[in-house]
């Protein structure tokens, strides 16, 4: 999560989106060391303050070439251009001294992809699609989850029988099919992904805090503040909803796993997020066909990435549960 919040503060590339291409270093293994001659070629000055670069990253105003060696010749600078095949077998640029910024060796702790592009960075940066995901549509499903059980659960009757038709009729619907057809309805994007997975995760919720509110409408403590005048809203989300919190809390983890995983699903059919915003889904279906290869390492490390976040957040539920279950607190 703290990855996820400075974002393009700590990424090795720092540019928008971490899409700073180098096709001469396509599919670096894990650790290779580059060096970089930086040179201005006239781009503006994109120098953005901490919060903007923090958000949404910042663009390069130099130009980096990667290199295998500089030589200085009078007031000009020969630079021997990466090629990927070995030195002395580069193109040959020369510049301008004036024009050189300085270099710099770039370590690639987890190599590059296809496109050249830093492995380590979109990790960092995918993680925020992900959070951003499972925060979002847990919330919208918390929304309508309990509203509609707790109404159902209280009012009971015809209200109940409506809304737990509408839950099972929700229910029978594949999860993923019913995702995907949302999709299809918003368009494709971050924003509807957001919506979509959240519309398709609130009848867990509902069926568990409808069971929760049945069993609990009828205690003495919900009778005393019938009979002290207060009115259903109060009652429903001020003296319910709390004696429930660890039943929900424990859904709302497992929700928030599965929200990543059907994230990830839809961007790995490519109707999810798109590029060239990272996304751990994307990442494997980028790069699936390297399994085969002797790179599968790009595409294991974002699954590997999704199945440690997905971990956490069902660890962090258990937790939450035992923390919160008010029954088995010892006083």
């Not at 899409?19 to 650790?31: F, H, I, S």
């Not at 201005?40 to 290199?67: C, F, R, S, V």
């Not at 980028?286 to 069902?314: C, K, Q, R, T, W």
């Amino acid at each position: 999560m703290l990855m996820a919040v400075l974002g393009y503060l700590i990424t090795p590339d720092s540019t928008p989106y971490c899409n700073q291409q180098y096709l001469e270093l396509a599919t670096l293994k894990p650790g290779t060391k580059i060096q970089f001659t930086y040179i201005n070629e006239g781009q503006p000055n994109t120098h953005t303050g901490w919060w903007h670069k923090m958000l949404y990253g910042e663009p390069l105003d130099h130009t980096a070439i990667p290199t295998y060696n500089t030589t200085q010749i009078g007031d000009s600078l020969d630079i021997e251009c990466y090629t990927g095949s070995v030195p002395n077998d580069g193109e040959i640029r020369r510049i301008s001294r004036a024009q050189v910024i300085g270099t710099e060796s770039r370590t690639f702790w987890l190599g590059t992809d296809s496109y050249g592009r830093d492995v380590l960075s979109m990790i960092m940066i995918g993680s925020r699609v992900s959070l951003s995901v499972g925060l979002i549509a847990v919330l919208i499903a918390l929304l309508i989850g309990i509203t509609l059980g707790a109404l159902a659960a209280y009012y009971g009757g015809w209200v109940d029988n409506l809304i737990t038709w509408i839950i099972n009729v929700v229910w029978s619907i594949p999860t993923v099919l019913l995702v995907i057809a949302i999709t299809f309805a918003l368009g494709k994007g971050f924003w509807q992904v957001f919506i979509a997975v959240g519309l398709t995760m609130w009848v867990d919720i509902a069926r568990v805090v409808r069971g929760q509110v049945y069993s609990l409408k009828e205690k003495e403590f919900v009778e005393a503040a019938k009979a002290l005048g207060y009115n259903t809203f109060r009652i429903i989300f001020r003296h319910i909803l709390p004696n429930i919190t660890g039943a929900v809390t424990v859904v709302t983890a497992s929700n928030f796993a599965s929200a990543i995983l059907l994230e990830a699903g839809l961007s790995f059919l490519g109707i999810g997020v798109q590029p060239p915003m990272p996304s751990w889904g994307t990442m494997v279906k980028e790069n699936y066909s390297y399994i085969l290869l002797d790179s599968a390492y790009l595409a294991l490390l974002p699954g590997a990435a999704i199945m440690i976040i997905v971990l956490a957040f069902m660890l962090f539920g258990n937790g939450l549960r035992d923390a919160l279950d008010v029954k088995s607190t010892s006083h």
